[in-house]
């Protein structure tokens, strides 16, 4: 239902039960980190229906300032977080394991600072424009299968696509 193991691409069709367990998740987050963030939003490809996905939540929680990420470490791993080292700048990254398989990542960033906005921009375009949606669907089946186990490989592809999207929901 939700899992990966760590570095696999592998895409499963839609499934509405993403939502819902985003939702269960919001509400954990809220109950745990509610004094520390401003906003939590479902993103990534399990956040837009119809989209092929690697079965991995996708959180964004928006805080006012990174100096919070210390206070947020602390709470995330007592709900079973753990800190991904990441190379991007004004973002930390938190993964949830069940089974040795990836269930969640969050993505803590600055709240409507660029990449929070960018990342609102992607899915609220491909949820709008289901033409992109489908070149999206087309272009993540094709990475997949080119790089089965090479999850870094396969992001990087989908970059040139992304920074069109993201251009194109800039300009409406």
């Keep these: 239902m939700v899992g990966l193991e760590r570095g696999v691409v592998k895409l499963e069709p839609y499934d509405y039960k993403w939502s819902m367990l985003f939702d269960d998740e919001r509400e954990l987050l809220y109950f745990h980190l509610n004094d520390l963030i401003i906003e939590i939003e479902h993103v990534g490809s399990t956040s837009i229906e119809g ?36 190379s991007v700048d004004n973002k930390q990254v938190f993964a949830k ?25 992607f899915r609220d375009y491909l949820r709008s424009f289901p033409d992109s949606r ?10 997949a299968n080119k790089y089965p186990n090479d999850v870094i490989s396969y992001t990087n592809e989908k970059k040139k696509f992304v920074d069109n999207i993201l251009k194109k929901a800039k300009r409406i």
Excluded: C
């Design 97 to 121: 394991y069940k089974e040795n398989k990836i269930t969640h990542f969050l993505h803590v960033m600055i709240f409507n600072q660029n990449l929070w906005r960018d990342q609102i921009s």
């Design 51 to 86: 989209l092929f996905a690697k079965p991995i939540i996708d959180i964004a929680i928006g805080v006012r300032s990174l100096n919070k990420v210390i206070k947020l470490k602390e709470k995330l791993k007592k709900i079973g977080y753990f800190e991904v080292p990441v």
């Design 134 to 143: 489908l070149e999206y669907i087309k272009l993540k089946e094709e990475l």
